[in-house]
């Protein structure tokens, strides 16, 4: 999957998420290596939705993965705990975040 459809999918998802019972801000960046390499920038800031295709330096979570990991998780093929637990999918700052936005994504 090329990086634009790997943001286009979670942009989506993004975008049609529920956040209205979160009560506090957060933000996060995904980094994807791998030939299809690049950046997700998401945030919930005041109430409102952001994502962009950009690096960020200043987030409350990050998560670095290859595409294909990304892919896989993405088809439901690869459960996330699995992913981080075999170091697949690297998590640094608020790793029940992590998995409580993909909960919501997987929807």
Request: no cysteine.
């Amino acid at each position: 999957m090329k990086f634009e459809e790997s943001y286009t999918l979670v942009k989506r998802k993004f975008d049609t998420m529920d956040l209205s019972k979160v009560d506090k801000d957060f933000s996060a960046v995904i980094t994807i290596t791998g030939k299809n390499a690049g950046y997700i920038y998401a945030a919930y800031l005041g109430g409102k939705k952001i994502i962009e295709p950009v690096k960020h330096d200043k987030a409350s979570l990050f998560v670095t993965m290859s595409d294909e990991t990304f892919e896989q998780l993405m088809q439901k093929k690869l459960e996330p705990f699995k992913a981080f637990t075999t170091g697949k999918v690297k998590a640094k700052g608020n790793i029940f975040l992590a998995m409580s936005i993909y909960k919501k994504m997987k929807k």
